[in-house]
């Protein structure tokens, strides 16, 4: 059944300006297609916001930057590595792309500071015992090679210990700059949405990531709450960290983004400076949209 | 009535053999469940893992077929395959015959009791582990596998009952536990009306105080939920 496969598009080379790069990018569900051969660059510093009706596949497409859903077609390339190619390690490239969800997602099994610290904590253990496999390695090696010619030993600077205080330090930090050092212990079940959204913000940041990915992320908040973590990302932004948001919050969309995409259909329909696209609109479905949400 | 049973008991030393068959019904049961539980989390696991993972989607037909028979067939009908078809050539005591069997069968059970333990796990919380860079092995180990532990202890609590009463059978293959020892006595003395209704006293017993435990152990794990 193979010859029955549909061939998929070939990779052209990047743009090396691009930090994220989407070329063809197309996923279907069965005879449904959620997108619809989206090409986009997203360089440096820009704070995207996307924005559409329900259905339209802002969600799906913010997945697949980061292939939490599989495209099933095209490529996605960030930072130049083709993050389809299977032979590309995805949770290597994952490190530094933070992810934010509608529904916090915060791990109950752990308390606050255990939350943000895993990720950290588990990835740096990883490394250092692949190092320390690698020297011990090299260690034999070494045994049958002349003393001029021995390889020197690989050293990964932190000890496990090290590695656990630099997180948990890390973690303290970060919470401290959120305002919510003294809920470290806490369990998210005790928290609210707004402390909860904003503890799943600095858990990405805590992997240093390149650039974030928001998909709603104050669409399952108290309007009460909304504000508290809209701030937060408003800080984020201005710190100049790339961002890709899908929001339903206009006015933060038009504050906070360098340039607004509306999606409908599965196609970006329109694009372009927050003013341009929010004033005047070209695309009839987009100016029925706003006329909608404004 | 109770002096017969009475005289059976103490003076003709029936309570050594029911000491013995008690120790034997709880070693059944406690072991058959560890057994059940490695048997069962591993072939969850592949199960699992079969739904992304072409390997695994092999050894997961394998454990289909394992949990169908072993859930397919009744659990006497086990005990007499494996006492004269398997173990027929092998000199085997009947005790470990017994747990090896009660934990061939359970372990078909805590299968389907931790896949659903672990599909009960909301997807984002994979998800989210996914996305800070962990390989999904390590996310399911980390965040997934202890969550859904935790929503598993009452239905492992209910194997575990299940179990200890279903070890009434063992007899079958020469193992004496609880209800041999006290038909024992019964036939031994004609007298049916107090061995029996002490041995269902005895079941009681065991089971309430499984349950009692269970519900301590519940209450430990999820005590951190709310602090």
Redesign the interface.
């Known amino acids: 059944m193979k010859e029955n496969k549909k061939e998929k598009t070939p990779a052209v080379a990047p743009d090396p300006a691009a930090l994220i790069e989407v070329q063809h990018l197309t996923k279907s569900y069965g005879q449904l297609k959620v997108l619809d051969d989206i090409s986009e660059k997203i360089t440096e510093g820009e704070k995207i916001a996307v924005i559409g009706p329900s259905g339209s596949g802002k969600s799906t497409f913010l997945r697949c930057l ?1 292939v ?1 859903e599989d495209p099933s077609d095209g490529h996605v390339f960030f930072e130049g590595n083709d993050l389809c190619d299977l032979k590309v390690d995805i ?2 490239q ?2 530094r ?3 934010v ?1 509608q ?1 916090f ?5 752990m ?1 606050v500071i255990k939350n943000i610290m ?2 950290p904590v ?2 740096q253990k990883q490394d250092l015992r692949k190092t320390r496999t690698k020297n011990f390695f090299t260690r034999i090696k070494n045994l049958f090679r002349k003393k001029d010619k021995r390889e020197p030993l690989i050293n990964y600077g932190k000890t496990l210990k090290q590695i656990k205080i630099e997180a948990r330090e890390n973690a303290l930090r970060l919470l401290e700059r959120i305002g919510l050092a003294d809920k470290a ?3 998210p ?2 928290l609210s949405g707004g402390q909860r959204q904003r503890i ?1 913000i600095v ?2 940041l805590a ?1 240093n990531p390149k650039v974030m990915l928001f998909d709603e992320p104050t669409s399952a908040l108290d309007p009460e709450m909304v504000g508290e973590v809209l701030e937060l990302i408003k800080e984020l932004a201005r710190g100049g960290m790339t961002m890709v948001i899908v929001t339903h919050e206009m006015g933060f969309a038009r504050e906070v983004a360098t340039r607004v995409m509306f999606m409908d259909g599965g196609k970006i329909v329109e694009q372009g400076p927050p003013d341009q696209v929010f004033e005047s609109p070209d695309n009839p479905r987009l100016k029925d949209f706003l006329s909608k949400v404004l | 009535m109770w002096q017969i049973f009475w005289k059976q008991f103490y003076t003709e030393g029936a309570y050594k053999n029911i000491l013995l068959g008690l120790r034997n019904t709880l070693v059944i049961a406690i072991c058959g469940l560890i057994i059940g539980i490695a048997i069962g989390t591993i072939v969850a696991c592949v199960q699992v893992a079969g739904r992304r993972n072409k390997v695994a989607k092999v050894f997961s037909v394998a454990g289909d077929v394992y949990t169908g028979i072993f859930r397919g067939t009744p659990i006497v009908v086990q005990l007499l395959v494996f006492h004269f078809i398997i173990f027929a050539s092998v000199d085997i005591d009947g005790l470990t015959e017994a747990i090896l069997v009660f934990g061939l069968n359970s372990g078909a059970y805590v299968a389907e009791i931790m896949r659903g333990g672990i599909l009960s796990v909301d997807a984002g919380q994979l998800e989210a582990g996914r996305t800070l860079g962990l390989s999904y092995p390590a996310a399911m180990l980390k965040i997934v596998f202890p969550q859904a532990v935790k929503n598993v202890i009452p239905t492992l609590g209910n194997e575990l009952i299940a179990l200890t009463k279903d070890t009434s059978v063992a007899g079958f293959v020469g193992t004496i536990d609880l209800t041999v020892a006290f038909r024992a006595i019964s036939s031994a003395t004609y007298e049916f009306i107090v061995p029996y209704i002490m041995l269902a006293v005895v079941y009681l017993a065991i089971i309430i105080i499984f349950t009692v435990i269970i519900r301590l152990a519940e209450r430990r794990l999820r005590r951190n939920e709310r602090k």
């Open positions: 980061n939490l949770n290597l994952r490190r792309m933070g992810m969800f529904q997602n915060l791990f109950n099994n308390n895993l990720a588990h990835v212990d806490a369990y079940s005790t799943a858990r990405a992997m």
